[in-house]
């Protein structure tokens, strides 16, 4: 069975232009995570979705939103980019809300 | 405070040595543990999770939880070169809508 993909793995992206990340769980799992690394430092909670619904946002800025689509893959939009957006973006999935989590291999988002 | 807290690192053990983490976490309600291991540029790779007070092993990893002390450990015996990571500590709490709070990571270097 195929892992948790993202895409891209890497962006260099200017000041002030807009990103979004794309996430596709592994078979089966209805719960998708997003989370930011940034060097140093542990992932840190963005957003969870469940069968389509936000369960859960982190302390995040109203320039980062995402959704989950019918088919369980998921989209995290930063608007308006810092550099201090600069980071790796993780999204994991679980069979439910509150199970084992997986992550897939990452986006490493450059600011500059 | 911290939701949760790793000893500070790094930790440099010899090969074939016992390398201990240690990891604290400030919710009380928190009901389940995770292990992450975190190779250099990698995402996260889950190891171990631990529900129930005691020990639960798999191969050379073990996980102790002491829920009286809101204490988590992983103990890697025979240490191999291999296991030179960083290993992150997760928990979830239902206060937190099941979100992953991670530490801070602690980096293990294992000496050939």
């Known amino acids: 069975d195929a892992g948790v993909t993202q895409s891209p793995t890497h962006l260099i992206k200017t000041r002030g232009q807009h990103v979004t990340l794309r996430c596709s769980p592994i078979?089966?799992?209805?719960?998708v995570s997003w989370y930011q690394q940034v060097l140093g430092q542990g992932p840190q909670f963005i957003f969870q979705?469940?069968?389509?619904?936000?369960?859960g946002r982190g302390n995040f800025p109203d320039r980062f939103s995402a959704r989950q689509f019918p088919n369980y893959s998921s989209e995290l939009n930063v608007n308006a980019l810092l550099l201090g957006d600069s980071a790796l973006y993780l999204c994991?999935?679980?069979?439910?809300?509150?199970?084992?989590?997986?992550f897939g291999q990452g986006t490493r988002l450059t600011v500059v | 405070q911290k939701e949760v807290e790793q000893n500070s690192g790094p930790l440099s053990v010899p090969e074939g040595a016992i390398a201990s983490l240690n990891c604290t976490y400030s919710d009380r309600g928190s009901q389940s543990f995770f292990w992450y291991r975190q190779y250099s540029g990698k995402s996260p790779e889950l190891i171990m999770s631990?529900?129930?007070?005691g020990d639960k092993e798999d191969g050379r990893f073990t996980a102790q939880l002491n829920k009286a002390s809101q204490y988590v450990s992983l103990l890697i015996r025979d240490s191999q070169p291999s296991d030179s990571a960083t290993y992150l500590c997760?928990?979830?709490?239902?206060?937190?809508?099941?979100?992953?709070?991670f530490g801070a990571g602690t980096t293990v270097t294992v000496r050939a």
């Open positions: 994991a999935s679980s069979r439910q809300a509150n199970t084992e989590a997986f």
């Open positions: 979705y469940y069968e389509k619904e936000e369960r």
């Open positions: 631990i529900y129930s007070n």
């Open positions: 997760a928990v979830t709490a239902p206060s937190n809508d099941y979100k992953l709070s």
């Open positions: 078979s089966g799992h209805k719960s």
